[in-house]
């Protein structure tokens, strides 16, 4: 079945101890997104990328960046996780056409810093 | 700005009861909205969308939700609850142009009482 694949489902990684998240995708959909959840609150957007234009929120901090190398993978980089970077973190994907495509959602991968 | 809107944090509800789970849109133009449904440590699942036509839309799980644009709400039902239904539900609306954003709600979790 096409899917969203996120890996791995939990990570545990140390203080200030560079970390990579991955997705991978199925669908051949344009739009891949990245979000962060914590604790049942609604997922917050960290970035996006259309094809390979890449989209920062302007409230992400530097320590988050991402890499599409090709439209199926797309990777969530952490380069010095504090305490707070804790949480559930979300790939997304949609084939935009700006006349209400659906977005799916991977399983996430649930981030935890000691 | 545009937004979507959950005034409910919490709905509890008891089994085979109908549930109404609300939510209201600040949308310009015509909106496209969205329920989705996460479970305990998964990502956010699809449940239904509204693009245009039918003011009903029938989803996954026997879940509805009655558009309405002279009150601006997209509520969603399901006319008998299960235990299984307990989650968390999220409303989203996608613009039409501009951003390949999706705006989500803050959320409203539900919980079914055997």
């Known amino acids: 079945d096409a899917m969203v694949i996120q890996n791995p489902r939990y990570q545990v990684t140390q203080f200030g101890k560079p970390v990579t998240l991955s997705c991978s995708q199925t669908?051949?959909?344009?739009?891949m997104y990245w979000y962060q959840q914590k604790s049942s609150q609604a997922p917050k957007l960290l970035f996006h990328?259309?094809?390979?234009?890449?989209?920062n929120e302007a409230d992400t901090p530097d320590n988050f960046q991402s890499r599409r190398p090709n439209t199926s993978f797309c990777f969530l980089d952490i380069r010095s996780p504090g305490l707070g970077d804790a949480a559930m973190y979300l790939c997304?994907?949609?084939?935009?056409?700006?006349?209400?495509?659906?977005?799916?959602f991977g399983p996430g991968t649930r981030l935890l810093v000691l | 700005a545009q937004s979507v809107a959950q005034p409910e944090d919490q709905v509890n509800v008891a089994e085979g009861n109908p549930l109404t789970v609300k939510c209201t849109y600040s949308?310009?133009?015509?909106?496209?909205l969205f329920w989705y449904v996460q479970y305990p440590n998964r990502g956010l699942q699809f449940l239904l969308k509204?693009?245009?036509?039918?003011?009903l839309v029938k989803g996954s799980y026997g879940f509805e939700a009655e558009f309405n644009k002279s009150q601006t709400s997209f509520h969603l039902k399901k006319p008998s609850a299960l235990v299984s239904d307990s989650a968390l539900y999220f409303c989203?609306?996608?613009?039409?142009?501009?951003?390949?954003?999706?705006?989500f709600g803050t959320g409203t979790r539900l919980k079914v009482l055997a």
């Open positions: 997304a994907t949609s084939r935009w056409t700006g006349r209400g495509e659906t977005q799916y």
């Open positions: 509204y693009i245009t036509g039918d003011n």
């Open positions: 949308v310009s133009g015509n909106p496209y």
């Open positions: 989203a609306f996608s613009p039409t142009s501009g951003t390949y954003k999706y705006i």
């Open positions: 669908l051949n959909h344009n739009v």
């Open positions: 990328y259309y094809d390979k234009d890449f989209n």
